[in-house]
């Protein structure tokens, strides 16, 4: 990188600063994320998640591997994951294409490979001096190439880092949380600078027998250069710090996060906490602090279905429950819509109503990357929504899956069951939401139970024949997927009917004691 003047750093700040203005009054889209090591897991598992929240592609795409002749350019574009019926997608240029490129589950954030590399994703930010819009990479175009390069987690951030070194990364601050079936990481990556084409990125290892988590807030710690086996960077690191005059040696390590993008808002913090708090309890963190642990040891192995649970999180039970107040209004609803920022904020809980789909990815070594490797895949907000099984061998995906946009309401499209339905509960939340849990821990449960059986089944075929086991999976992964769809449609018409105007089965109910004595319910009188 070229050393900066301090001409160039003064327009760098004004340029920064007419960004901030511009996007002040943009919507807050948030994701979290949270990994699992393989020690840390009953099973051996080594998982990641995602919630896509905010109004993105929720439509499921299966693209398949492919053989390239030499001399191949691959188009590079920016836009094209913020939903179906928003038409933003636009060629930046090209790079040269590889021999061979895995097959990779694509959406707004694609998040998993044939091979099972899998990547989760959340936006971090950062110091806005690093933006640059001459970069061709946005975060999302970047893990497309990291699916279709990577054969491991560190080939993928390999591949990422090195695209984005050579052609510049145009996007704002990202963490990917990327695994495979041994290893986990962090990878945050950002911007060089606007004068720059370039990017500065690092990646850390999560410990196998620990848990961490991503809120929106870079989490990446001390960066080491004599620890290849947990840390990898950027050539350019420690210059571009010292060019802005953010860091020098005399300051000790380098400190990635309050280096690059330091943040101590509770929106952000307080998922960190709750997640650490829910797989370790026994730390005892304090839900005020400003700095958590990069990632802690649970107190109890970590499964599927714990992740499941943490991804449909409002704070229950704790004092920052969203089930509870005058604003949960009589029927416990936790969802809090956008309100000007200049009257206060809303507590930010894990599961959100505007997430356009989530996943919990599960990676497991010791089998064919096609059977070891599966997608829990969640169409809409995760505490309304039904988690199904996908594996990464599969031929294709379940076809409601694959269509539907926000600007029709549609019955072929799974996105809309979900949505329906969770737009519907909140008319009566704390009744609805038990209908919804009693039905999606029916088919959850289900396919956790049956996973074991269905993958020795895959396994038996395998060794006949790798095609028709990866079809098996197909057929029963979608089957599965399209029951779970009907029955939410169903599900919708039945809320319909238990729950009209206001009754539980043609029952009236009332409201809360509670909630009555705080909206000042009373007899009328004269006076």
């Given at each position: 990188?070229?050393?900066?003047?301090?001409?160039?750093?003064l327009?760098?700040?004004?340029?920064?600063?007419?960004?901030?203005?511009?996007?002040?009054?943009?919507?807050?889209?948030?994701?979290?994320?949270?990994?699992?090591g393989?020690n840390?897991?009953?099973?051996?598992?080594?998982?990641?998640?995602?919630?896509c929240?905010?109004?993105y592609?929720?439509?499921?795409?299966?693209?398949p591997?492919?053989?390239?002749?030499?001399?191949?350019?691959?188009p590079?574009?920016?836009?094209?994951?913020s939903?179906?019926?928003?038409?933003?997608?636009?060629?930046?240029?090209?790079?040269?294409?590889v021999?061979?490129?895995?097959?990779y589950?694509?959406i707004?954030?694609?998040?998993?490979?044939?091979?099972?590399?899998?990547?989760?994703?959340?936006?971090?930010?950062g110091?806005?001096?690093?933006?640059?819009?001459?970069?061709?990479?946005?975060?999302?175009?970047?893990?497309?190439?990291?699916?279709?390069?990577?054969?491991?987690?560190?080939?993928?951030?390999?591949?990422?880092?090195?695209?984005?070194?050579?052609?510049?990364?145009g996007?704002?601050?990202?963490?990917?949380?990327?695994?495979?079936?041994?290893?986990?990481?962090?990878?945050?990556?950002?911007?060089?600078?606007?004068?720059?084409?370039g990017?500065v990125?690092a990646?850390q290892?999560?410990?196998?027998d620990?848990v961490?988590?991503?809120?929106?807030?870079?989490?990446?710690?001390?960066v080491?250069?004599d620890?290849?086996d947990?840390?990898?960077?950027?050539?350019?690191?420690?210059?571009?710090?010292?060019?802005?005059?953010?860091?020098d040696?005399?300051?000790?390590?380098?400190?990635?996060?309050?280096?690059y993008?330091?943040?101590?808002?509770?929106y952000?913090t307080?998922?960190e906490?709750?997640?650490?708090?829910?797989?370790?309890?026994?730390?005892n963190?304090?839900?005020?602090?400003?700095?958590?642990?990069?990632?802690?040891?649970?107190?109890?192995?970590?499964?599927v279905?714990?992740?499941?649970?943490?991804?449909?999180?409002?704070?229950?039970?704790?004092?920052?429950?969203?089930?509870?107040?005058?604003?949960?209004?009589?029927?416990?609803?936790?969802?809090?819509?956008?309100t000007?920022?200049?009257?206060?904020?809303?507590e930010?809980?894990?599961?959100?109503?505007?997430?356009?789909?989530s996943?919990?990815?599960?990676?497991?070594?010791?089998?064919?990357?096609?059977?070891?490797?599966?997608?829990?895949?969640?169409?809409?907000?995760?505490?309304?929504t039904?988690?199904v099984?996908?594996?990464?061998?599969?031929?294709?995906?379940?076809e409601?899956?694959?269509?539907?946009?926000?600007?029709?309401?549609?019955?072929?499209?799974?996105?809309?069951?979900?949505?329906?339905v969770?737009?519907?509960?909140d008319?009566?939340?704390?009744?609805?939401?038990k209908d919804?849990?009693?039905?999606?821990?029916?088919?959850e449960?289900?396919a956790?139970?049956?996973?074991?059986?269905?993958?020795q089944?895959?396994?038996?075929?395998?060794?006949?024949?790798?095609?028709?086991?990866?079809?098996?999976?197909?057929?029963?992964?979608?089957?599965?997927?399209?029951?779970?769809?009907?029955?939410?449609?169903?599900?919708?018409?039945?809320?319909?009917?238990?729950?009209?105007?206001?009754y539980?089965?043609?029952?009236?109910?009332?409201?809360?004691?509670?909630?009555?004595?705080?909206v000042?319910?009373?007899?009328?009188?004269?006076?």
């Amino acid at each position: 990188m070229l050393k900066s003047t301090a001409k160039t750093r003064l327009a760098i700040v004004v340029i920064a600063t007419v960004i901030a203005l511009l996007t002040l009054a943009a919507p807050s889209f948030a994701c979290t994320c949270v990994v699992v090591g393989k020690n840390a897991s009953v099973d051996g598992s080594v998982m990641t998640t995602h919630t896509c929240d905010g109004t993105y592609e929720f439509r499921l795409t299966l693209i398949p591997a492919k053989d390239w002749e030499p001399g191949t350019m691959r188009p590079v574009y920016k836009g094209g994951g913020s939903g179906a019926h928003v038409n933003n997608k636009k060629q930046v240029g090209e790079i040269p294409q590889v021999a061979h490129t895995y097959a990779y589950f694509d959406i707004a954030y694609p998040f998993a490979n044939e091979m099972g590399v899998m990547i989760g994703e959340t936006t971090i930010g950062g110091n806005r001096e690093l933006r640059s819009n001459d970069g061709f990479f946005e975060i999302w175009e970047l893990a497309r190439i990291g699916l279709e390069r990577g054969a491991t987690a560190r080939e993928a951030i390999q591949a990422m880092g090195e695209v984005a070194e050579k052609y510049g990364y145009g996007d704002g601050g990202e963490c990917l949380t990327v695994i495979d079936g041994n290893e986990a990481w962090f990878f945050e990556i950002y911007g060089a600078g606007p004068f720059e084409i370039g990017a500065v990125w690092a990646a850390q290892r999560v410990p196998d027998d620990e848990v961490a988590v991503s809120a929106n807030r870079a989490r990446i710690t001390e960066v080491r250069t004599d620890d290849p086996d947990n840390f990898m960077y950027s050539k350019n690191i420690f210059d571009v710090a010292k060019s802005f005059g953010w860091w020098d040696e005399s300051q000790g390590p380098l400190h990635m996060a309050k280096v690059y993008g330091w943040k101590d808002s509770v929106y952000n913090t307080r998922r960190e906490w709750r997640v650490l708090s829910l797989v370790a309890p026994s730390l005892n963190l304090d839900p005020w602090a400003v700095d958590y642990p990069f990632s802690v040891k649970p107190d109890k192995k970590v499964s599927v279905a714990d992740l499941m649970t943490i991804k449909r999180d409002h704070y229950e039970g704790t004092e920052f429950d969203l089930t509870q107040g005058l604003a949960a209004g009589p029927f416990g609803n936790p969802n809090r819509y956008a309100t000007p920022a200049t009257l206060g904020e809303w507590e930010r809980a894990i599961s959100i109503f505007r997430c356009s789909y989530s996943v919990i990815l599960q990676a497991r070594a010791g089998m064919p990357a096609g059977i070891g490797n599966v997608i829990w895949f969640g169409e809409d907000a995760p505490h309304s929504t039904c988690y199904v099984p996908i594996y990464v061998g599969a031929t294709s995906v379940p076809e409601s899956f694959t269509i539907g946009s926000r600007a029709v309401f549609d019955r072929n499209s799974a996105w809309w069951a979900f949505n329906h339905v969770s737009n519907y509960a909140d008319l009566k939340y704390s009744y609805m939401i038990k209908d919804i849990q009693a039905l999606y821990g029916k088919f959850e449960s289900e396919a956790l139970a049956m996973q074991p059986a269905i993958e020795q089944a895959a396994l038996d075929l395998y060794k006949v024949d790798p095609k028709l086991a990866m079809t098996f999976l197909t057929n029963y992964s979608n089957a599965h997927a399209e029951k779970v769809v009907a029955a939410w449609w169903k599900l919708a018409d039945d809320l319909a009917v238990k729950y009209q105007d206001g009754y539980v089965d043609l029952k009236t109910v009332g409201y809360p004691d509670e909630w009555l004595k705080a909206v000042g319910f009373k007899k009328l009188v004269r006076e």
